[in-house]
């Protein structure tokens, strides 16, 4: 299966309608450094992020995936371009903005979990609405709770909880302010196969039944199959994308993306 080129049609929503995509970038470039140690990490990005949608965004070690998923999430700067996440135009933003934006906008699940390990299950879960004074909206965390299956486990600390538990944890700290995007950086990197596949399905979930956006940065093709769709990124620029993927067709395009770069 040849993967099709990146869509890169603008989106503009009509009179007070909301855009089809809960994220954009235009133009995006981030060069590092100067002079002979200047790396292009992002080469001219244009991508739309569908609304309701789970994406993963693939490449080689290096592509920039880490690099778009950050300028997205306003935890780093482009150099050029624009970022709109929301109907919010990110990439003007200044820092007291940007903390505002992560706070009341945006969820994200690390590798690493990024629990406080003082605090139960609970707490942790509801440490973004409270750091932003916001009120907890008890009935919708029993059911993000319900659907990472922690119901159980609220009141235990994250030592007392396996790796698995520990990022259900990190997944519904990040959906239990209703976000408008969930940006996942390797957020099975370090767990088992059994669990990776409790936090993929839930992610799936929270766009299938709670109406989530997700991005989701993996090297995985398993994990990717999880997704409506896959961006694959080479050289800070998006080279391909896959609809519907399953492991095979996401390795096919892995595949004829390193055979291009070996003979190309
Ligand atoms: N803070 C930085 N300073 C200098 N160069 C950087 C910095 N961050 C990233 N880079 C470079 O930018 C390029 C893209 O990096 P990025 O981390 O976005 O790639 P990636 O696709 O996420 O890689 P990986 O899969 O290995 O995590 C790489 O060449 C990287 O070395």
Redesign the pocket.
Known sequence: MSPSPASTAPTSPGPGSRSAAIATARGLTKT??KGSTV?R?LAGVDVDFARGQFTAIM??????????M?CMAGLDTPTSGTVVVDDLTVSSMNQRQLTRLRRTHLGFIFQSFNLVPTLTAEENITLPLDIARVPVDRAYLAEVVEAVGLGDRLKHRPAELSGGQQQRVACARALVSKPSVVFADEPTGNLDSTSSREVLSFLRTSVDTLGQSVVM?T?DPVAASNAHRVLF?AD?QIVAELSEPTPATVLDVLGSLTRQKVTG
């Open positions: 590092y450094g790396v990490a490449g080689p070690s290096g592509s920039g995936k880490s690099t778009l950050h940065v090297h990124l800070g």
